[in-house]
């Protein structure tokens, strides 16, 4: 059953638990008004051996973070934020935030393309993104996949481009209609990669490839010590466990690392 106090996401709860708790006995739904990371909040539960499979959306997130260390800035109402945590078994890890992008994508949009390895984008500015941990808990590992979704346009002050807002393609969709498209098909999402890793996403990724054709520059982020040297080329689509194949002027290079930044160039 959904637990969750009453809210404007109470419907939205609902949608989602009838949607995955066939496939997922255990599994609840929870909005809190206010955490500081719905990532952080389920990293401690498991870090304190709750492992039981759980939604949680926060109306408004305090510390989201992104990837690499990085502030998730969201406005009440202008975002959706939202973690799915549950024990997970894969043979391979490697390609789930693309399995989970395009589980995104596919849910909201036809328009919306995936940014290698994390990102989901329309016409080239970033629309939400996607952070993943695992904690130990016992003998198994227990998965967060954290989703940011901008849906209305935040003041574009410092940032160096202007974000994208789901609004723009679906206008007027709220936070709870957005959580009620993306919920079941994410929470099967994950369970299908665990039982068959990356290969059914494969051809369905490729198809939102944003960066297929692209000049990129693959880099550690700014202030990581630089262990390699930056890898430029032409984006080739990706490999078979996810990693992103860049064609450069001597070969291709296969880039799986999730710490390094990927920019096309103009
Ligand atoms: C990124 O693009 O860097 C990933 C952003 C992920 C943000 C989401 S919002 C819900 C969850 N809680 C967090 O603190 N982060 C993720």
Known sequence: MAASPASSFSGAAETVWEAASAQLPDFSVEVLPEVDSTNSELMRRARAGQAAPVLLVAEHQRAGRGRMGREWQSRPGDSLTFSLGLPLAPEDWSGLSLAVGLSLADALHERILLKWPNDLWLDGRKLGGVLIETASV???????????LNLALPPAEGLATAPAALTELLPGITAPEALARVGGPLVRAVLRFG????????????????????????????????????????????????????????CIKEVSSSEVSVRPQA
């Open 138 to 148: 016992g003998d198994r590992r227990y998965v967060v996949v954290g989703v940011g």
């Open 195 to 250: 039982d068959a890793g990356f290969a059914p996403f494969r051809t369905g990724y490729e198809a939102r490839d944003a960066l297929r054709g692209r000049v990129v520059r693959v880099a550690p982020p700014a202030g990581a010590p630089a262990t390699d040297d930056a890898v430029e080329g032409t984006a080739s689509g990706i490999a078979a466990n996810g990693a992103l194949l860049v064609q450069t002027a001597v």
